[in-house]
């Protein structure tokens, strides 16, 4: 099958569900033997090929995203000029600087993007069009990998004539964090530019439901495939740490809630038996979060604990590898409900056990692997009383971590979600 994913980069400088669960996607659907082009939008993206030619040239360079929602002049400028805007080296710097953007800017560039062909971007979807058509097998099907893309999709089967699918993860968190009135007029476009898509494919049945209520759409235009995870490497971890860890792996910001977990590590280490646990942190962040962070380090220092707490830079797989070898139990305490949660995968395939809030995908996550405690959410209390018994009795965390490893190896390998992926590509094909 000839299968186009059209993915949205965040850059490398931040632990992204989304950039890690299409990437895997599409180096496991061409070892399985199928004709698959990655196409990235907005950053370049920082994966490797193994086979040449399967990431397109990046397309709505985030630099000329920016000067055509503000400036007319650029909306006009030829393609050598605009080709200046998209090197790499520039890109990589825009990236690192994620987070910087205003919210004016951001909810309106949004709602540009979401209007397609009647944005302020037409030049550059214009160009992503006619580049699509010129190449020289025409696909099967086109793949958008979120709902903040489906400005695209009018436009696409209009010249390509092929199905159009669109998986679903955490859009909504984005979408409502808008300022209003931005927020308001996202909801209401995408509302009436579902019907431009063939399906959806939510990662999870909890944020299946969730769309389906929030885009008013019918029960079957949704599907669900589980985001699996490329297990190579995962099976030969065994190693614990001899102190105590707590682990922490996404996005260094407040709505992960890392300084939550600083609070519950603050309170664990007035228990004398726990005095002597660490805490290890990893998964990047932006330049937005550098005051968060800041102020994080100063509270650990103002307890005496900054010494007893690791921030790593690097989190690629090796790293990532490396880490869950140095930790008894992980934790993200996400402040909102969430679609996924691809590191709670992460972790249990490594024979870890987590401790999660009790809303978003979870519950779904923990019923089905077994792997760890809930707590009630935004609770430092709930939330240090739930890590406590791992700590303790590494035991029972190692038996909840192993009964998550064999849940995870069994259920959300990446070959599984590809056959239910290409289950719902065929049959959309086929109709």
């Known amino acids: 099958m000839r299968i186009i994913q059209i993915t949205p980069s965040a850059g490398d400088s931040f632990y992204c569900e989304n950039c890690l669960r299409d990437a895997t ?10 004709d698959v082009l990655m196409v990235p939008l907005y950053l370049p993206l920082s994966i490797e090929q193994d086979k040449p030619g399967t990431i397109a040239p990046i397309f709505f360079g985030g630099v000329n995203v920016y000067l055509q929602q503000k400036l007319s002049l650029f909306r006009k400028t030829p393609r050598w000029f605009d080709k200046w805007f998209d090197s790499p080296g520039l890109l990589k710097w825009v990236g690192r600087m994620a987070g910087m953007t205003s919210a004016k800017d951001l909810g309106e560039t949004t709602i540009s993007m979401l209007q397609g062909e009647e944005g302020q971007q037409i030049k550059e979807l214009n160009r992503l069009v006619d580049w699509l058509v010129a190449q020289d097998n025409k696909p099967d099907v086109i793949c958008l990998s979120n709902v903040l893309l489906l400005g695209l999709a009018r436009r696409i089967k209009q010249k390509l004539g092929v199905p159009v699918v669109c998986l679903l993860q955490d859009e909504e968190g984005f979408l ?34 969730v769309m389906r209520q929030r885009l008013n759409l019918e029960p079957d235009r949704v599907k669900v495939a589980y985001t699996g995870i490329a297990l190579d490497g995962y099976g030969l971890l065994r190693a614990r740490p001899n102190v105590p860890t707590i682990g922490y792996l996404s996005q260094m910001c407040p709505d992960k809630g ?83 949660g691809l590191y709670v995968l992460e972790a249990l395939a ?14 779904e996550l ?21 890590l406590e018994p791992l ?33 719902i590509y065929e049959e959309l094909i086929d109709y």
């Open 176 to 209: 409502d964090g808008l300022p209003s009135p931005y927020a308001e007029q996202a909801w209401k476009i995408i509302i009436e530019r579902a019907g431009d898509v063939n399906a959806f494919i939510a990662v999870s049945q909890y944020y299946a439901d």
């Open 25 to 34: 996607l599409v180096k496991t659907l061409i070892a399985l033997g199928h």
């Open 366 to 386: 923990l019923e089905i692997t077994g792997g760890g405690l809930l707590y009630e959410p935004n609770n430092v209390k709930a939330l240090a009383g739930a």
């Open 391 to 423: 700590l303790l009795k590494m035991e029972h965390a190692q038996q909840l971590g192993e009964q998550g490893r064999k849940a995870v190896h069994e259920k959300f390998n990446i070959e599984q979600t590809t056959r239910d992926l290409m289950r």
């Open 350 to 363: 490594a024979g870890i056990p987590v401790v999660q809030p009790a809303h978003g995908v979870f519950p």
């Open 258 to 340: 890392l300084d939550t977990l600083v609070e519950a590590f603050i309170r664990l280490k007035m228990n004398k038996e726990l005095s002597n646990i660490r805490l290890r942190v990893t998964g990047g962040s932006s330049a937005g979060d550098k005051t968060f962070l800041n102020k994080i380090r100063q509270k650990l220092n103002s307890h005496g604990l900054l010494d007893d707490v690791e921030f790593l830079e690097q989190f690629d797989l090796k790293a990532k590898l490396d880490f869950l070898q140095t930790i008894s139990v992980l934790s993200v305490p996400e402040k909102n409900p969430v679609a996924c």
